[in-house]
């Protein structure tokens, strides 16, 4: 079955650090790839996502690059901001399914 | 808009009582699915339905039923708690679209004692 694999947490940064969380994910069909972020005390938000091979997805500065090659979806973001502790879920989609499958999340803390 | 809306917020129950998490959407998805958040094992598919009246076990089904009988319902209904099922609960709705993401209610903090 479809699978998706974070790297493991926490992640602890200073602000204006670089950050990378990887992803890299299984699935027999041509699924879609979505970051999702999750706040305290909240349900999860998509941050960005992306549906076919080589597409970027981006926002708020987050980028992840869709590789089929490597079937992966790293996520990546130039300078943090102690605004963007959060966790953060990788996830595939197969919309003939009509479910998705989520990584384990990767818990992000930016001190200034 | 309201989106996907979850009740209740909390909840505690007794082993062995039986109850039942709401759920509704307004944005006419087809699709809906139940999750599971524990600490340190992410979200795991509890029940998911691609439309109303077609309903699926997903990873984690025991314990657990669920009937679709509207579009914009998609109750989830424990029948005996236990202390296992002490968990946040997270109901979350999409279209059928490709590149669709899935929208997420504020989840329910059940303990079970």
């Known amino acids: 079955g479809d699978s998706v694999t974070q790297m493991e947490g926490p992640v602890t940064l200073s602000e204006e650090a670089f950050l990378t969380i990887n992803c890299t994910y299984t699935?027999?069909?041509?699924?879609?790839l979505f970051w999702y972020v999750q706040y305290p005390g909240e349900g999860l938000q998509l941050l960005l996502k992306a549906t076919k091979a080589d597409d970027k997805g981006s926002n708020k500065g987050f980028e992840a690059t869709y590789r089929k090659e490597t079937t992966s979806f790293h996520l990546e973001k130039g300078s943090v901001q102690v605004s963007d502790s959060a966790v953060y879920f990788c996830?595939?989609?197969?919309?003939?399914?009509?479910?998705?499958?989520f990584g384990d999340g990767t818990t992000l803390t930016v001190k200034p | 808009n309201a989106g996907v809306t979850q009740t209740p917020k909390f909840q505690v129950l007794k082993t062995g009582q039986s109850m039942t998490l709401q759920c509704a959407q307004d944005m006419n998805h087809e699709y809906m699915s139940w999750y599971r958040q524990d600490p340190g094992m992410g979200l795991r598919l509890i029940h998911y339905s691609v439309g109303a009246g077609i309903t699926d076990q997903g990873e984690v089904p025991n314990g657990y039923n669920v009937s679709r009988s509207t579009t914009e319902d998609f109750p989830l209904r424990l029948l005996s708690a236990a202390p296992s099922q002490t968990s946040v609960y997270f109901c979350a709705s999409s279209g059928r679209a490709l590149n669709t993401e899935a929208f997420f209610g504020q989840g329910t903090r059940l303990t079970v004692v």
């Open positions: 996830a595939l989609s197969d919309v003939n399914a009509g479910k998705s499958t």
């Open positions: 699935a027999t069909g041509y699924p879609s």
